[in-house]
């Protein structure tokens, strides 16, 4: 091809010449060939892990794509990092460690990558924080890249009194646990649950974060549409893997980039895709995370611009029916980038790692007769898109509130104030919650807690109590899990270890949530609320050294994407 460049560019200088030997003799050392070390040199980048199903297969997807970069001319070097499992931390102190492990996974893949001249790189996540984390090293080092998401789980199958199976994913334990707490359900109909939800590897089946990120990965063009969503055990995830693997190679021959790639349109257009699908609000998070390594200005406002103008017709759980395996059956991301670009709401022009445009893969959608995944948008499941942004005094950085599966606008209680995510669960767990309260848990943003962990237990576990489901609402300077359901408002910043008005809260006072107005507002006085942080005093760090002290000495406001500088 007339526009192929040297492959080979960046890795000449560590493997070429004489002066090289010593390098060279220390990767043959390790089975890589005279001929292999000439080739150009990829770099896999695997967040395998035996602790979980999400990334415990990825050793399999790693094998396969190093096989379509050998078959296309390339040498494949595959190296490890890190991951934390957002399900199986949720509710402890290991949650903590989720987000830190984003810039942890960043950090250490552009280290591998600098450290070793590759002249390009793939990485494969299987979690909520490697997709985000792999896509920012990219940014970061520029040489032609790939993200490959590892792929969902099967749905799991409950049994249930008339013989018959249902479909469950983790959500469903979560809730049981709610369930179990309030003498809903036994012990026996819990450990049911528990042992059906995962049925094997594979990330969490709902537009959970995983699934959100995934999907916001293809319509950034990093990720190859339609490949990426293949699941983890389908019988075509080798067939895909290795292909991820050849593409590398025409990618690195004709020097496209991540800058190439990922433009302000890009993240636009992920953004529509995630309000049209009902995605997770961690999307928010990482999104801005991604633009601020690109130098590209984001911000939560433009969520919830786009947001207004993007119909929601995407029916996945956690707030509707289907499972991911069902999005790719029903015709997977082309589809949906297909009906976007009808309605113009996405544009078209973007050039993706597959070498097309947004528009030449959406061209090749298949749309499976019947499905009832991928709305129309004469038929949407909501007018608008699934996330809203609200301000106000109780969040004057914003907020990010889900309102795909729940239809409260407006919900006034009082305060429930607790200066952790256990107290509150425990709290739950006692019965000590009542109808209409507003739970307030806060020191758990970026620096306070430090790490802004997930609230799933605590989300799950009042949604599993029937009285407390649909009346009971929630504010954090926290996370939720991408499988939260309900009236949650996350991300509230500025974060109450930095003095925001969250830290003001009393028990007690009056909380509204006018998402029509996008508003969180705390009903006292102005001056009372300045009166009360003029008294206020930090808390000590919870940690004084190590990576989570270093972190929260270093990261940003919830507001900015959390990203440490």
Same mark, same amino acid.
Request: glycine share 12%; net charge negative; aromatic share 4%.
């Given at each position: 091809?007339?526009?192929?460049?040297?492959?080979?560019?960046?890795?000449?200088?560590?493997?070429?010449?004489?002066?090289?030997?010593?390098?060279?003799?220390?990767?043959?050392?390790?089975?890589?060939?005279?001929?292999?070390?000439?080739?150009?040199?990829?770099?896999?980048?695997?967040?395998?892990?035996?602790?979980?199903?999400?990334?415990?297969?990825?050793?399999?997807v790693a094998a396969a794509v190093k096989q379509g970069i050998?078959?296309?001319?390339?040498?494949?070097?595959?190296?490890?990092?890190?991951?934390?499992?957002?399900?199986?931390?949720?509710?402890?102190?290991?949650?903590?460690?989720?987000?830190?492990?984003?810039?942890?996974?960043?950090?250490?893949?552009?280290?591998?990558?600098?450290?070793?001249?590759?002249?390009?790189?793939?990485?494969?996540g299987g979690c909520d924080k490697n997709m985000p984390g792999?896509?920012?090293?990219?940014?970061?080092?520029?040489?032609?890249?790939?993200?490959?998401?590892?792929?969902?789980?099967?749905?799991?199958?409950?049994?249930?009194?008339?013989?018959?199976?249902?479909?469950?994913?983790?959500?469903?334990?979560?809730?049981?646990?709610?369930?179990?707490?309030?003498?809903?359900?036994n012990d026996d109909e819990l450990e049911a649950v528990e042992?059906?939800?995962?049925?094997?590897?594979?990330?969490? /089946? @709902?537009?959970?974060? &995983?699934?959100?990120?995934?999907? =916001? *990965?293809?319509?950034?063009?990093?990720?190859?549409? #339609? !490949?990426?969503?293949?699941?983890?055990?389908?019988?075509?995830?080798?067939?895909?893997?290795?292909?991820?693997?050849?593409?590398?190679?025409?990618?690195?021959?004709?020097?496209?980039?991540?800058?190439?790639?990922?433009?302000?349109?890009?993240?636009?257009?992920?953004?529509?895709?995630?309000?049209?699908?009902?995605?997770?609000?961690?999307?928010?998070?990482?999104?801005?995370?991604?633009?601020?390594?690109?130098?590209?200005?984001?911000?939560?406002?433009?969520?919830?611009?786009?947001?207004?103008?993007?119909?929601?017709?995407?029916?996945?759980?956690? /707030? @509707?029916?289907?499972? &991911?395996?069902?999005?790719?059956? =029903? *015709?997977?991301?082309?589809?949906?980038?297909?009906? #976007? !670009?009808?309605?113009?709401?996405?544009?078209?022009?973007?050039?993706?790692?597959?070498?097309?445009?947004?528009?030449?893969?959406?061209?090749?959608?298949?749309?499976?007769?019947?499905?009832?995944?991928?709305?129309?948008?004469?038929?949407?499941?909501?007018?608008?898109?699934?996330?809203?942004?609200?301000?106000?005094?109780?969040?004057?950085?914003?907020?990010?509130?889900?309102?795909?599966?729940?239809?409260?606008?407006?919900?006034?209680?009082?305060?429930?104030?607790?200066?952790?995510?256990?107290?509150?669960?425990?709290?739950?767990?006692?019965?000590?919650?009542?109808?209409?309260?507003?739970?307030?848990?806060?020191?758990? *943003?970026?620096?306070?807690?430090?790490?802004?962990?997930?609230?799933?237990?605590?989300?799950?576990?009042?949604?599993?109590?029937?009285?407390?489901?649909?009346?009971?609402?929630?504010?954090?300077?926290?996370?939720?899990?991408?499988?939260?359901?309900?009236?949650?408002?996350?991300?509230?910043?500025?974060?109450?270890?930095?003095?925001?008005?969250?830290?003001?809260?009393?028990?007690?006072?009056?909380?509204?949530?006018?998402?029509?107005?996008?508003?969180?507002?705390?009903?006292?006085?102005?001056?009372?609320?300045?009166?009360?942080?003029?008294?206020?005093?930090?808390?000590?760090?919870?940690?004084?050294?190590?990576?989570?002290?270093?972190?929260?000495?270093?990261?940003?406001?919830?507001?900015?994407?959390?990203?440490?500088?």
């Amino acid at each position: 091809m007339s526009n192929e460049i040297n492959p080979k560019k960046y890795s000449a200088p560590l493997t070429e010449g004489p002066s090289r030997a010593a390098a060279r003799s220390y990767l043959r050392g390790v089975g890589f060939t005279k001929e292999d070390l000439h080739k150009p040199i990829i770099g896999v980048a695997n967040t395998w892990t035996e602790i979980g199903p999400c990334n415990f297969h990825l050793r399999d997807v790693a094998a396969a794509v190093k096989q379509g970069i050998r078959e296309a001319g390339g040498t494949p070097m595959e190296f490890n990092t890190v991951t934390i499992s957002d399900g199986i931390t949720m509710g402890t102190e290991g949650m903590k460690a989720s987000l830190i492990s984003r810039e942890v996974i960043a950090d250490s893949i552009e280290l591998v990558a600098r450290g070793n001249l590759f002249d390009g790189i793939v990485c494969i996540g299987g979690c909520d924080k490697n997709m985000p984390g792999t896509i920012m090293a990219m940014a970061r080092l520029d040489i032609p890249g790939i993200m490959l998401y590892g792929g969902s789980i099967a749905p799991g199958q409950l049994k249930q009194p008339d013989g018959s199976s249902k479909d469950i994913t983790i959500l469903n334990v979560f809730e049981a646990i709610g369930s179990h707490a309030a003498g809903k359900i036994n012990d026996d109909e819990l450990e049911a649950v528990e042992a059906a939800a995962c049925p094997g590897p594979g990330a969490c /089946g @709902g537009q959970f974060t &995983a699934n959100t990120m995934a999907m =916001a *990965g293809e319509f950034l063009g990093i990720s190859p549409m #339609l !490949l990426s969503g293949v699941p983890a055990m389908a019988a075509g995830k080798a067939d895909a893997s290795r292909e991820a693997g050849r593409m590398i190679m025409d990618l690195a021959r004709r020097d496209i980039r991540p800058s190439k790639i990922l433009t302000k349109t890009a993240l636009e257009n992920a953004i529509v895709a995630v309000c049209a699908s009902g995605g997770s609000t961690n999307a928010v998070l990482h999104l801005i995370a991604i633009a601020s390594e690109l130098g590209l200005e984001l911000t939560m406002d433009d969520f919830d611009r786009i947001s207004e103008h993007t119909p929601f017709i995407c029916d996945l759980s956690p /707030g @509707g029916k289907y499972v &991911a395996r069902d999005y790719q059956d =029903a *015709g997977g991301s082309r589809l949906l980038a297909k009906r #976007l !670009l009808e309605a113009g709401l996405i544009k078209g022009d973007q050039i993706t790692v597959s070498g097309k445009t947004l528009a030449e893969e959406a061209a090749l959608a298949v749309e499976t007769p019947g499905q009832p995944v991928i709305h129309t948008f004469d038929k949407p499941l909501k007018a608008t898109g699934g996330l809203v942004i609200l301000k106000g005094n109780l969040a004057p950085e914003g907020c990010v509130i889900k309102v795909a599966g729940h239809e409260r606008l407006y919900h006034q209680g009082p305060a429930r104030v607790f200066d952790s995510e256990d107290l509150c669960f425990h709290a739950i767990q006692e019965g000590k919650i009542n109808p209409s309260d507003v739970l307030v848990i806060r020191y758990e *943003g970026p620096r306070g807690g430090p790490g802004m962990r997930e609230m799933l237990a605590v989300t799950a576990a009042i949604k599993g109590i029937p009285e407390l489901s649909e009346t009971v609402a929630l504010l954090t300077d926290g996370r939720f899990s991408g499988a939260t359901r309900g009236l949650m408002a996350g991300h509230v910043a500025p974060e109450a270890q930095l003095g925001g008005p969250i830290a003001a809260v009393h028990e007690g006072d009056t909380v509204t949530f006018d998402i029509p107005n996008r508003e969180l507002r705390l009903e006292v006085p102005a001056e009372e609320i300045a009166k009360r942080l003029a008294t206020w005093k930090a808390p000590e760090p919870r940690y004084k050294r190590g990576v989570f002290a270093k972190y929260a000495n270093s990261v940003s406001s919830a507001s900015l994407g959390a990203v440490t500088t």
